[in-house]
């Protein structure tokens, strides 16, 4: 199946394939096995994969990639609209859409390159935003965003007698229909819309490891480190970093084309600098430039963001009841900043430290403890040899 | 020619806004070599400086006033501010009215000390490192600082008046000789744009007539060469990004009349004030200047009814766009000196 | 006919002629030096040859093909290498994968999407970039990342990543600049070397008289923008210009 591939990467793939498809069972203990939840952890996985492949591999920091997924959400949305509620032309166009834009703004963006490159795909994405929010309503349909009506055309549907919005489907599977079992006192929730997005995932997870390690990813980590000398040696960089540009925009209107197939709507805060950001910072977090820590980073930050938003007042006082009331009250007083409304300042807290002192993110920190500790390892049979000699 | 004065008029208060915090964003770039993505944060904590400023004027304590009774006939219970008990009422309630001037004096040591700890506790470690590093942090400190004004000012705008005195319009035109009631502008935009010429006026002449100056100067044009005549210039350049953010938190400070501030005004300016910066040129603060006044002026233009009507919503995306064609055509910006980032 | 030929090349920069009328022909399978004191317009007449400046009058052409107005990429996929003087290599990729990079592009051209196909099928690429690596006996290091090297083997890896191409014409700028005794010897036995194995026309700026002397040819002397000599070596050591020059400049 995964023919070219070494070793290593195919035990790669088939331990992800197990703990994507694996994800309701593994991740009920958390509290994260509702499909909602694993649905935005598969979705924001694909982005930050398609994100990696600019910023980790490419080393071109992109702070407007929300607006591919706004555009992605907006095409999955009006296809909903006009023709069918079946996925299948709503991703197509998701994702030409999407990749048509990243060609059209990544031309001019990539002419430069460095902060120039930052400020550039800011100025697109804010500019695109803008303008979903004012002339572009007849599309967008504003501040209120775009929705899916009872008299929507939807000429590929047989007429709709039901009296309510039909699910998107794949083929005539319900993406909203799900399996429910108790086992040990929980319930698994096997979801058609969570397989479907894993499904692709998966997919996305599987074409970025083959481009990680393509004649095509060398020149894009070449880029990444010296682009001048890559010149030198014959190779035209611009078509290089723009094919990546494409490609990881192309991801980004899938992840968008994909929300709104778990929830049929479109708004024009998708496309925000704060969204643009936070893929930023999953992929940091995750650790740019491999494979496992965009998707790592994307479910951290989407589980905690789930954890912390759900905090309130109530329940921090519940968990410190034993304290003394005036320390009980000091302590809720403090935490009540970084929890529910607060969530977003404990990520900004979150973010400087990764940036600050883990640079290469989760997986980087994991394998320098990993090392440690082998070295560690080795030193102390070292010397237990010299102790014993 | 009365309609192109007053959008040039109209330009002029945003103008100056992006001009100070463009000049801030310079002078920064120029001198650390740090793209501060956390300067729009600055701006809005001077903006947040005037509302905490009212917010200490008005604070009252209750007292009985005997000379009155509540429809009860119990005496009256009034709430009487600090500074009018301590000043006496007329006092009193002219220091409230005139809140948003004198956080002037309030916001320049709080911003001064709060670039100062920034530079010393943050960017100092992120000189050496790639500026993407130097980005995504300062990015994160503007949420962190956002995401704090928000915990404890909410996130709706905040009125924050200006002096009576300067309420209201004046009639501009009649003043200069066109027909009455055809340039009718607020006195507070007049204010804050003489009040932003001062300010840039100021920091110029800093630069050029001080001692101090001529090294950051020298520094700005190269760095190396300064630190190789021993001159500490570390130092001076973190005092350079206290003065930097003194100038953001000023034009936050004196803006809130005009627009009442809330939480993510700092990232709406930000966003357009680094455009400003790219068009200028990266490094002169001559062309932040120039460049915050043109585009302001430019978006007032782009938003008379008669462009959008012909162009409809364009006064959304006119900075981009201008931003764009320079970047393409002459990606040193208006002023900027040739090969410095132009790649 | 010589490979590279100069004809009339002139650049200015604000008020300093950097070049001033300046010829040079180089015959195919030489090598030719460039030497000349600092600022003499060494450095930028290298760069009009690689597409990084335009001369404002005159022509530069190689193997019959003008160069002038042609991007650095272009320039290389005619058969130009270039080393510089501060070692360019992809210090993040390992040894291995600096080589194969130069070869790709030698069989793929300036730009080919090859996102799918895996990079350990490309035998025949692994195999050249590995051979060229025993050539320079580097073969040993082939894994570590580049940026773990010594200045030295930086240099030779460099000249590995250039020769890995067969290129027809090879540019070095200052390949011993900044390096001790023993490097520079080793960096001129190094060419010496490759000179025997495979005759590649090579065009060396130097200031070091001890590499120029040693390896060159051919020798043209620049001063102050112009080509005051152009001759053998053992003419050039005596000639009463070049010491003007030379003692009226840096050295």
């Not at chain 1, 694993?38 to 600019?54: D, H, M, T, Y």
């Not at chain 3, 090598?31 to 001369?55: D, E, Q, Y």
């Not at chain 3, 990079?119 to 773990?148: F, N, P």
Request: with cysteine; proline share 4%; hydrophobic share 50%.
């Amino acid at each position: 199946m995964f023919g070219n591939l070494q070793k290593n990467d195919r035990l790669l793939m088939i331990f992800f394939i197990i703990m994507v498809l694996a994800g309701p069972i593994i991740l009920a203990p958390f509290g994260a096995g509702y499909p909602d939840l694993l649905q935005r952890f598969a979705i924001f996985g694909i982005f930050a994969i398609g994100f990696n492949i600019l910023f980790g591999l490419t080393g071109y920091l992109s702070f407007g990639h929300a607006a591919f997924l706004g555009v992605g959400s907006y095409s999955a949305v009006w296809m909903f609209k006009l023709l069918t509620m079946n996925v299948v032309p709503a991703l197509l166009l998701s994702v030409a859409v999407a990749g048509v834009f990243a060609l059209l703004i990544g031309y001019v963006s990539l002419r430069r390159s460095g902060i120039y490159f930052s400020i550039l795909t800011l100025a697109f994405a804010q500019m695109s935003y803008n303008l979903a929010y004012s002339v572009l309503t007849p599309i967008t349909n504003g501040e209120t965003g775009l929705q899916l009506n009872l008299n929507d055309p939807r000429i590929l549907d047989a007429a709709d007698t039901s009296g309510s919005i039909p699910s998107t489907n794949f083929f005539g599977l319900a993406m909203n229909s799900t399996a429910k079992f108790d086992v040990l006192g929980m319930t698994l929730q096997f979801n058609v819309g969570f397989y479907f997005c894993a499904l692709i995932l998966i997919g996305a997870f599987y074409l970025a490891l083959r481009i990680f390690r393509s004649p095509f990813g060398m020149m894009l980590r070449a880029i990444k480190t010296n682009q001048n000398r890559l010149n030198y040696t014959g190779l035209n960089t611009r078509p290089y970093t723009l094919a990546a540009f494409v490609i990881s925009g192309m991801y980004a209107g899938l992840a968008g084309g994909l929300m709104a197939i778990t929830d049929p709507l479109a708004g024009a805060e998708r496309m925000q600098w704060t969204a643009s950001g936070e893929v930023v910072l999953m992929t940091i977090l995750g650790g740019a430039g491999t494979m496992m820590g965009p998707v790592l980073g994307a479910g951290f930050i989407k589980y905690f963001e789930n954890i912390f938003s759900k905090i309130n007042d109530n329940v921090l006082h519940a968990w410190f009841s034993l304290l003394p009331d005036g320390l009980e009250n000091l302590l809720v007083g403090i935490l009540h900043f970084f929890v529910g409304k607060g969530w977003h300042l404990t990520l900004g807290i979150v973010f400087m430290l990764v940036v600050i002192f883990l640079p290469g993110g989760l997986v980087d920190g994991a394998t320098r403890i990993m090392k440690r500790i082998m070295n560690r390892g080795k030193s102390d049979s070292a010397s237990a040899k010299s102790a014993a000699e | 020619m009365d309609a192109i004065l007053l959008q040039i008029l109209n330009g002029l208060d945003k103008g100056s806004a992006y001009a100070l915090i463009a000049l801030g964003l310079t002078l920064i770039f120029g001198t650390l070599g740090v793209v501060n993505f956390a300067h729009g944060a600055l701006f809005m904590i001077g903006a947040f400086c005037a509302v905490t400023l009212q917010k200490i004027f008005n604070l009252y304590s209750v007292v009985i006033d005997p000379t009155k009774t509540d429809f009860l006939g119990n005496p009256l219970k009034v709430k009487v501010p600090y500074v009018e008990s301590w000043f006496g009422e007329v006092a009193g309630q002219a220091i409230i009215n005139w809140s948003v001037p004198l956080a002037i004096l309030f916001a320049i040591p709080i911003m001064v000390a709060v670039g100062y700890i920034m530079e010393r506790g943050l960017i100092k470690h992120f000189y050496k490192r790639p500026h993407a590093d130097q980005i995504l942090v300062t990015f994160g400190l503007a949420i962190v600082l956002q995401e704090i004004i928000k915990a404890f000012y909410g996130a709706n705008p905040i009125p924050t008046p200006a002096p009576d005195a300067f309420k209201g319009s004046f009639d501009f035109g009649a003043i200069i000789g066109f027909a009455e009631n055809t340039i009718i502008y607020p006195y507070w935009r007049l204010i804050y744009f003489l009040f932003s010429a001062v300010v840039i006026g100021l920091v110029f002449a800093f630069l050029q007539f001080t001692t101090f100056g001529m090294v950051v100067r020298a520094g700005m044009a190269d760095r190396e060469t300064v630190g190789l005549l021993g001159i500490n210039i570390d130092r001076r350049f973190t005092l350079m990004f206290g003065i930097a953010a003194a100038v953001a938190g000023l034009a936050g400070v004196m803006y809130t009349p005009i627009n009442p501030p809330n939480y993510h005004m700092g990232m709406d300016f930000l966003v357009l004030s680094f455009v400003v910066v790219v068009v200028g040129g990266m490094g002169s603060l001559p062309g932040a200047v120039l460049a915050g006044f043109l585009l302001g002026i430019l978006e007032s233009f782009a938003s008379m009814n008669e462009v959008k009507s012909l162009l409809p919503g364009i006064d959304q995306i006119i900075i981009y766009l201008v931003a764009m064609v320079v970047l393409l055509t002459r990606p040193r910006g208006l002023m900027g000196r040739a090969g410095v980032m132009e790649e | 006919m010589s490979y590279l030929e100069v004809r009339g090349v002139n650049k200015r920069f604000g008020g300093l002629q950097a070049l001033d009328d300046v010829n040079l022909s180089v015959e195919a399978g030489t090598i030719h030096a460039i030497i000349g004191p600092n600022g003499a317009g060494k450095s930028t007449l290298l760069n009009c040859f690689v597409g990084k400046l335009i001369p404002d009058t005159g022509t530069v052409t190689f193997d019959g093909q003008s160069l002038l107005g042609l991007k650095p990429h272009e320039i290389n996929q005619t058969g130009v290498s270039r080393v510089f003087q501060t070692p360019e290599i992809f210090s993040d990729l390992s040894v291995l994968e600096n080589v194969m990079i130069p070869c790709l592009a030698k069989r793929d051209g300036a730009f080919k999407l090859n996102a799918i196909t895996a990079m350990s099928g490309q035998t025949d690429i692994r195999e050249k970039a590995e051979q060229m690596l025993l050539d320079v006996s580097m073969q040993d290091k082939m894994h570590m990342a580049a940026s773990s090297l010594s200045r030295g083997d930086k240099r030779r890896l460099e000249m590995a990543m250039c020769l890995s191409q067969d290129p027809k014409l090879l540019l070095l700028d200052e390949p011993t600049a900044g390096m001790a005794r023993a490097d520079t010897n080793n960096t001129i036995d190094l060419l010496k070397e490759i000179q025997e194995k495979r005759k590649i026309t090579k065009v060396v700026i130097e200031h070091d008289m001890h590499v120029v002397f040693s390896l060159a040819q051919k020798i043209s002397v620049l001063a102050q923008g112009h080509v005051i000599v152009e001759d053998k070596p053992e003419n050039i050591k005596g000639h009463p210009k070049v010491k003007e020059a030379y003692l009226g400049g840096a050295h």
